[in-house]
């Protein structure tokens, strides 16, 4: 079974700095995707970002990015420019991709952040 | 177009009672997922409708969970009679159906507490 783990409960970061966030994930499937989810206060859970186990190049989106080590099973996010906004809970995930339709993820224990102004 | 939208935000009730989650998909989502968020844990994957039909139920805890899809639109998640140990905040999720990467769309969760 995939296990992801989150081994950071709480991180803070001063506003406009840059703040990593770790994750380390466990399968022995050789195609899988590999998510970041953000939780604001509001409870709704977002996309922030997504990796294709298959692609060597590390994904971005805007302030956001992921240093992704597949021999190491790490995928990390780094949110640079930290702004008020990023403050949530955030989630690691995976998600296999041996096809079928079942895409359920398995979520890490996430990892509160918050940002100091 | 309206997201994922779950009924109640809240639920406060105790232990034996009856309580009935609702979540909406959005609108031509085939597939629809329940998650479990106990506090300080992992978001555990409870079950997976793809239309009305129960594709894995492998993460339902026990058979005081009922969860149907009727008609293939909306979800009911019915816990009866409720434990302590059911807490948590419960999360809706829906995806379109295909062979391709598809993204799981959330619903802002059920915070059910049981006393």
């Known amino acids: 079974a995939q296990t992801v783990t989150q081994s950071q409960p709480e991180m803070s970061v001063q506003e406009a700095e840059t703040v990593t966030l770790s994750c380390t994930y466990d399968t022995s499937e050789s195609d899988y995707y590999l998510f970041w989810y953000k939780q604001p206060p509001s409870r709704q859970m977002i996309l922030v970002i997504r990796?294709?186990?298959?692609?060597?190049q590390n994904a971005t989106e805007n302030r956001f990015s992921v240093n992704f080590q597949k021999a190491a099973k790490s995928f990390s996010l780094k949110i640079s420019d930290s702004q008020l906004g990023d403050a949530a809970m955030y989630f690691c995930?995976?998600?296999?991709?041996?096809?079928?339709?079942?895409?359920?993820?398995?979520f890490g224990k996430g990892t509160l952040l918050t940002v100091n102004p | 177009e309206a997201g994922v939208t779950q009924f109640p935000s809240h639920s406060v009730i105790e232990k034996g009672q009856t309580v009935t989650l609702r979540c909406d998909p959005i609108s031509g989502h085939d597939n629809l997922y329940w998650y479990r968020r106990v506090m300080g844990k992992e978001i555990k994957f409870l079950l997976h409708f793809v239309k009305e039909s129960k594709q894995d139920e492998s993460g339902m805890p026990n058979n005081r969970f009922l969860a149907e899809r009727t008609g293939g639109t909306y979800s009911t998640l019915k816990v009866q009679p409720a434990e302590l140990e059911d807490s948590g905040v419960y999360f809706c999720a829906s995806s379109q159906l295909g062979p391709w990467d598809t993204e799981a769309f959330f619903g802002q969760g059920t915070r059910l507490t049981v006393v």
């Open positions: 995930a995976y998600r296999g991709n041996s096809g079928g339709s079942n895409y359920k993820l398995t």
């Open positions: 990796q294709e186990a298959y692609k060597q």
